[in-house]
C-alpha cells in the first residue's frame, strides 16, 4: 500500500485564492444571448487539492487516497471524487462569467464521462442553452451546458447549470 504525503502546502499552490485571469468586463444577464460559449483559463489539478478535499469532507475513501489500489481497480492514479471536480468547475466558472452572478440555482443532469486525476489540467467551456426573465426586474435566469474539458480534448464532465445573473440596467 503506498499513501503519499502531499508536500504542497496550500500556499505554495495557490489553493483558495483566485487565479489571475486578466481583465474581463463584467458579465451581465444581458450580456449571456442564446449559443454564447465562454471558455475559462485552465487549471492544474494537484494533490493539495485532494488532500483538503479529503480533509474537509472527512472522505476515507481508499481509492482517493492511495495510489496503489487505485491501480489495482484499473485507473492510473489517484481518481478524483465527483464532488471535488464539480467543485473546481464553480470557480472556473467564475473567472468567465460569475462577475455579476446572484446565485446557483441547480445542477442538472451532471455525468462524469471519464476520471479526473491528480496531475490533469482542466478548462470549463459553458455555452448558453436558455435564457428567460424572473418575477424581480434586477435579475433574469440563464441555463448552461457546462463541459469539463482535459487539457488533450477530452471531455471530461457534462452538466447542466442553473444561475440567476443581474441585469445591467434592472429598470430599463
Known amino acids: 500500500m503506498t499513501t503519499e504525503t502531499p508536500t504542497e502546502t ?6 483558495g485564492r483566485e487565479p489571475e485571469y486578466g481583465d474581463a468586463p463584467p458579465v451581465y444577464f444581458e450580456d449571456l444571448t442564446r449559443g ?3 471558455v475559462s483559463p485552465e487549471i492544474d489539478i494537484t494533490m493539495a487539492h485532494l488532500k483538503l478535499f479529503n480533509d474537509l469532507t472527512l472522505n476515507s475513501s481508499r481509492i482517493h487516497r492511495e495510489i496503489d ?11 478524483l471524487p465527483g464532488a471535488l471536480v464539480v467543485g473546481v468547475m464553480l470557480p472556473l466558472h467564475g473567472a468567465i462569467a460569475e462577475q455579476r452572478t446572484v446565485g446557483l440555482l441547480g445542477l442538472n ?8 486525476y491528480v496531475g490533469d489540467r482542466l478548462r470549463l467551456e459553458s455555452t448558453v442553452i436558455s435564457v428567460r426573465g424572473t418575477s424581480k426586474a434586477d435579475r433574469g435566469m ?3 451546458q457546462e463541459r ?9 464532465i457534462h452538466a ?3 444561475a440567476l445573473y443581474q441585469r445591467r440596467n434592472p429598470t430599463a
Open 69 to 79: 489500489l487505485a491501480k489495482k481497480v484499473g485507473f492510473t492514479n489517484r481518481v
Open 142 to 144: 440563464v441555463t448552461f
Open 160 to 162: 447542466q447549470r442553473i
Open 109 to 116: 443532469d451532471v455525468r462524469f464521462l471519464v476520471p479526473v
Open 10 to 15: 496550500h500556499a505554495e499552490t495557490n489553493i
Open 148 to 156: 469539463i474539458v482535459g487539457s488533450e480534448g477530452r471531455d471530461r
Open 36 to 38: 454564447r460559449t465562454l
